[in-house]
């Protein structure tokens, strides 16, 4: 192994040699250092200030030199220190890059294993119906917009014509969050408990003319059962221009329940009572088990009724007038439908909570 030798011969040339001798040796050191524990020996070697290579060189060449040689030693000696410390700290960058491969190395995938098969997950019935109806009103002209779930009591209800002792709130079991007492009623956040406020936020947000749909996740608070869910599905539409009357309404939903439910069906209209339509209306459209004639699933009565709709009520234009909604230069209609109970139908599933288990032997069947 290399070893710092005495000078005897002082001269450029014999110093350069000295020099390049070292250098070589110190090269070829640090090409062996292939582990973080032979780092730290080769770094102790050259560099330790007792005895490490470069002290010795100190000790040695410059120390040692007689006085007309200082010079010239002192100038090989300096450059030398820069390029040992270089050729450390290069080994170490490759020695802890050898410690990574090695690892790498034990970690290695063998990628011709056979892997590990995971079912293919399908689109849920809900989520299907959902984008199916949105589907039939895009084709239409619609758009699509959603909004937060949890709301205000002013976008939930005041907004839409709800004031705040109004009967009809009573209707949608709340459920409100807790520790909001402090605020005004207009602010205190809910589960919101229809789709509708995205009507107010469209129209906030939006000059007319809108046409748009709303689906989304709702909650009330009804105890569970085959037909109720304490959480369900809104599809919601809102189209407001100037000159929409009461037969674009009944246009627009025929067309949506034959696109829906098939080319045949028929729909009826039964006025209704909504705070935020005026006139409403309530649809059915012809059992399409029975085809009219009664059965179990139309109670007999040869209709299923599927959604609420009517005239956007004068008084919710009110609440976004400043954009735009003069009720004496605008109309429209606004319409919502639950999207689980579609899917019910449809599918043919006579059980509510079937669509929210998460029952893997049910939901593969819509694979
Ligand atoms: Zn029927």
């Known amino acids: ?15 350069d040699a000295a020099v390049r001798e070292l250098l070589s040796a110190l090269e070829s050191e640090a090409a062996q ?16 200030r007792k005895n490490g290579m470069l002290t010795q060189v100190n000790d040695l060449w410059l120390k040692a030199a007689p006085a007309e040689a200082k010079r010239e030693v002192g100038r090989r000696v300096n450059e030398l220190k820069p390029l040992v410390e270089q050729a450390v700290e290069a080994a170490q ?28 997950g399908a689109e849920h019935p809900v989520i299907r119906t959902m984008n199916e109806i949105c589907g039939v009103f895009r084709a239409m002209g619609y758009s699509v917009a959603e909004g937060p779930e949890i ?54 947000r939006q000059k007319p003319p809108v046409r748009v749909v709303i689906p989304g996740k709702i909650h009330r608070h009804d105890a569970p059962d085959a037909s109720h869910s304490p959480m369900f599905h809104q599809v919601e539409g809102l189209a407001v221009d100037t000159g929409i009357t009461f037969s674009d309404l009944k246009g627009t939903l025929d067309h949506a329940m034959k696109a829906l439910f098939g080319s045949s069906v028929k729909t009826r209209f039964q006025p209704s009572f909504f705070p935020f339509t005026e006139p409403s209306a309530e649809v059915a459209f012809s059992c399409i088990f029975c085809g009219g004639k009664g059965c179990r699933t139309c ?25 735009g909604y003069d009720p004496a230069k605008v109309s429209g209609f606004a319409f919502g439908m639950g999207v689980d109970r579609v899917a019910m139908l449809k599918y043919g599933i006579d059980d509510i909570q079937l669509l929210f288990q998460g029952d893997v032997r049910f939901l593969e069947q819509f694979g």
């Open 299 to 323: 109670k007999q009565s040869g209709w299923i009724e599927l959604l609420g709709c009517g005239m956007v009520d004068p008084n919710v234009f009110e609440f976004v007038r400043e954009n």
């Open 93 to 120: 960058a490759r020695a802890h890059g050898a410690g990574a491969k090695s690892r790498l190395d034990a970690e290695r995938v063998d990628v011709t294993l056979p892997g590990v098969q995971r079912p293919l």
């Open 151 to 204: 709301e205000s009591d002013y976008y939930n209800f005041e907004a839409l014509n709800f004031p705040a002792e109004h009967p009809a709130r009573d209707t949608q079991d709340t459920i409100f969050l807790a520790g909001q007492e402090a605020k005004p009623a207009r602010e205190r956040l809910l589960l919101r408990t229809h789709t509708s406020p995205v009507q107010i936020r469209t129209m906030q």
């Open 1 to 15: 192994m290399y070893s710092v030798p005495k000078l005897a011969d002082w001269s450029a040339a014999a110093l």
């Open 33 to 48: 250092v292939a582990s973080e524990a032979e780092w730290r020996m080769f770094r102790d070697r050259w560099l330790a």
